[in-house]
C-alpha cells in the first residue's frame, strides 16, 4: 500500500476538481438547483469511496479493526443518508457531508499515529479534506 505518491497525489487532487467546479458553476451563473445537487450526489460518491478505503485499512491491520470498520459503514450510510434528504433539507445535508468529511480524516489520523501511515498520506488527505470542505461553505452560501 501507498506505493506510488505521486499518482495517489495526482488523482486525489483531481478528485476535488469536481467540487470546484460545480460550486464554481453555481458562481457563474448555472442552474443552482441542478448544480447543487450534482455537488452532493458526487459528495456522497467521494464519502463512500473514502469511507470504502477507511474499511481497506481496517482489513489489511493487524490489531483489531472493528472501530474502523463500524466508522466506515456509518460514514457510507451518512452521507447517503444526506443524499436522501438533501431535497427537503439542504442544509442538513451539507452539514452531514462535512462532518462524514472530517470523520474520515480523523480515521486517517489515528491510522497515521499507528505507524500505518505515511506522512505524506496524512498531509495529502488534510489538504484536499480542506479543500473539498472549502468547497461545500461555498455551495452552502449559493443555495
Request: glycine fraction near 6%; hydrophobic fraction near 60%; aromatic fraction near 10%.
Amino acid at each position: 500500500m501507498y506505493r506510488d505518491p505521486a499518482l495517489t497525489k495526482l488523482l486525489t487532487y483531481a478528485g476535488a476538481l469536481p467540487f470546484w467546479a460545480l460550486a464554481l458553476a453555481q458562481v457563474l451563473g448555472g442552474d443552482p438547483a441542478l448544480t447543487a445537487e450534482a455537488f452532493i450526489a458526487y459528495g456522497t460518491g467521494i464519502a463512500c469511496f473514502m469511507a470504502g478505503t477507511l474499511w481497506s485499512q481496517a482489513q489489511i491491520r493487524t490489531q483489531d479493526p472493528g472501530l474502523m470498520l463500524i466508522v466506515s459503514n456509518i460514514a457510507a450510510l451518512a452521507a447517503i443518508g444526506g443524499l436522501l434528504v438533501y431535497a427537503h433539507a439542504p442544509a442538513v445535508t451539507m452539514a452531514l457531508h462535512v462532518t462524514v468529511f472530517l470523520v474520515l480524516l480523523a480515521a486517517d489520523l489515528r491510522i497515521h499515529r499507528k505507524g500505518a501511515q505515511p506522512a505524506w498520506y496524512l498531509a495529502l488527505r488534510r489538504n484536499v479534506t480542506l479543500l473539498v470542505i472549502a468547497a461545500y461553505a461555498v455551495v452552502m452560501i449559493l443555495t
